[in-house]
């Protein structure tokens, strides 16, 4: 992790000003906290997607961001979507998204849902254990399936690492397995983590597929895609490349490993569509200081890590954050309103707030449209889940 020393808000790196009052103005009347999501935005974020990446195909990772405005407008864009249960797979179809489009991305699943899931006409489902394949073969008999490569997610933000994906050598007897089984061995998958901020994560992705391709094919199975996850970045604190040089790169190690026998390529995208298109509304209800001569005050917000920003975890992700309040800046400890000690968003890593801050003042949480919403407990204090708004602006 990195250490930050003090944040100061960037205004240049993270919000057009002239936007901003836009959103502002259309979240003044609106009782905080909730997230404005810029709908344009990820539609934007989609097109230069397709523009960067012209022979990939895009899977919107769903539990990103589930609201269904989004999931409308990116149907209409012809988006195709990973889902993770059958509930997603339920609002996708009420959506009117085709099973067509949906990838069933969860290597963990019930053989029931599976089963419900094919019946629904979902033929497309990512593996990583003998366990579920022979569950696929029993319920979704003659899908394509995709293996999932464990990485160990480093130079990630948020990592994945561990709990998805099994070893080359156990992907090659699952393909095999599978084939065995009567499945259609589609291809490969990975996630190198999410807010992966090391391209070259990719390379060596991609070169263990080349590795799996070449030894399945040894056995007479022919894999035709490669699933490059999620992992594009959104634009936090800490800088990231440009996503143009994401997919200059990473086109280049598909060329290096596959010359002019490029598989299908798949991607699936979370936070890097819909993380810019979120500005966090929220209200200071307290200032206080543990001692009369602390060097810092602590700030209280009405949104904390069970409000929708759990991701602050271990100071993970950290969020651009201005405040509408004036005087010299000072440096505080940012925390939420529940009654868990854990509800503190930033302590090790100070941010700046204006000197004059008080109860009452209004705090713009940037990049906040991917995992918020979607991460935020029910009821916990009694406070509600996070509430969205759909700016049209
Ligand atoms: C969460 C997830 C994604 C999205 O990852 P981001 O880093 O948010 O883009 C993609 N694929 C799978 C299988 C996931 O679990």
Redesign the pocket.
């Known amino acids: 992790m990195e250490e930050e020393s003090c944040y100061t808000f960037d205004f240049d790196r993270h919000m057009d000003p002239e936007r901003f009052e836009r959103i502002k103005a259309f979240a003044a009347d609106k009782e905080t906290p909730f997230v404005v999501i810029d709908l344009e935005r990820i539609g934007d974020k989609y097109d230069e997607l397709r523009r960067l990446l012209p022979y990939a195909k895009v899977y919107y990772?769903v539990?990103?961001n589930p609201d269904d405005e989004i999931l409308k407008m990116l149907i209409a864009r012809g988006c195709h979507f990973?889902i993770?249960s059958v509930f997603e797979l339920d609002q996708m179809l009420r959506l009117g998204a085709r099973p067509d489009d949906l990838s069933y991305?969860n290597t963990i699943k019930k053989a029931r849902h599976i089963a419900y899931a094919y019946e629904k006409g979902v033929r497309l489902f990512s593996t990583d254990s003998e366990e579920d394949v022979r569950k696929l073969a029993a319920n979704a008999p003659g899908s394509k399936v995709f293996f999932r490569l464990l990485t160990d997610g480093s130079g990630a933000d948020w990592p994945?690492s561990r709990k998805f994906g099994a070893h080359p050598d156990t992907i090659y007897r699952l393909i095999l397995l599978a084939a065995e089984l009567g499945l259609d061995p589609y291809g490969v998958s990975f996630?190198v983590g999410?807010?992966q901020r090391d391209i070259g994560q990719w390379d060596n992705a991609i070169a263990t597929c080349r590795y799996l391709f070449d030894s399945v094919a040894q056995e007479g199975v022919h894999l035709r895609m490669i699933n490059l996850?999620?992992?594009?970045p959104a634009n936090y604190v800490s800088p990231t490349h440009d996503i143009e040089l994401y997919s200059q790169e990473i086109t280049r190690f598909l060329e290096e490993d596959f010359g002019d026998q490029a598989p299908e390529i798949l991607i699936?995208?979370?936070?890097?569509l819909v993380g810019d298109a979120g500005v966090l509304v929220s209200e200071v209800v307290l200032v206080s200081k543990k001692s009369e001569f602390n060097q810092y005050s602590w700030v209280y917000l009405d949104v904390g890590k069970f409000g929708g920003l759990i991701e602050t975890i271990d100071e993970a992700i950290k969020y651009p954050i201005f405040v509408d309040a004036g005087g010299a800046p000072k440096e505080a400890i940012l925390a939420g309103p529940t009654c868990d000690s854990m509800d503190i968003l930033y302590e090790d890593t100070k941010y700046e707030v204006p000197g004059d801050i008080t109860e009452g003042d209004r705090v713009y949480i940037f990049t906040t449209g991917?995992y918020t919403t979607s991460y935020s407990s029910v009821n916990f204090n009694g406070f509600p889940p996070l509430k969205a708004y759909i700016f049209r602006g």
């Open positions: 990772a539990k990103a990973d993770a991305g994945l996630h999410s807010q996850g999620g992992g594009f699936e995208p979370g936070r890097s991917a």
